[in-house]
């Protein structure tokens, strides 16, 4: 089987993905996956499908016959935590590690802008009265100045984001 062939079943294999995943409880991407690792054994054991076509659409059907199977078959524990039991920890982990990092950033910006951002920040959520109380600033211009401020933090971050 040629690398061409194998590029010309990509459309195919798509398309009869995303026709049966819906049906059989699967994301089309993890039925894709799944025919294609049975495509690649089946090569490695020297065993290349006679009518490519046609087996991939009969591997689809397959692998949708087994995803439903293992859907009904497999029930969760009933300890186990529930999906709306909010982040599990490595969502925790990533946004507490996003958390530091902003933090990080807010406390390099100039002037006057570390403070307001962290008070904007704040988990006491303050109204925008008692943060211009805070800052010593009038309540009116706040606004510019936090616009100001969240574009240096925007540059600051980009910038970041574009050397890592």
Do not use: F, N
Not at 42 to 58: F, S, T, V, Y
Not at 124 to 133: H, K, V
Request: glycine share 8%; charged share 25%.
């Amino acid at each position: 089987m040629t690398h061409d062939m194998l590029t010309d079943l990509r459309p195919l294999l798509a398309a009869e993905a995303a026709a049966e995943a819906r049906a059989c409880g699967m994301e089309p991407g993890d039925l894709e996956q799944a025919v294609w690792l049975r495509l690649l054994e089946r090569l490695q054991a020297d065993r290349p499908p006679a009518d490519p076509p046609g087996w991939l659409r009969r591997a689809v059907r397959a692998e949708a016959r087994r995803g439903r199977r293992t859907a009904r078959l497999e029930l969760p524990y009933s300890g186990e935590p529930v999906d709306d039991a909010g982040p599990g920890p490595e969502q925790q982990a990533l946004m507490a590690a996003r958390s530091r990092a902003l933090h990080a950033a807010v406390r390099r910006l100039p002037g006057r802008c570390p403070r307001l951002v962290a008070a904007l920040l704040s988990p006491q959520d303050p109204t925008y009265r008692e943060i211009a109380g805070e800052l010593g600033i009038s309540q009116g211009s706040l606004g510019p100045e936090r616009s100001k401020c969240l574009g240096c933090l925007r540059r600051l971050l980009a910038t970041e984001v574009a050397a890592h």
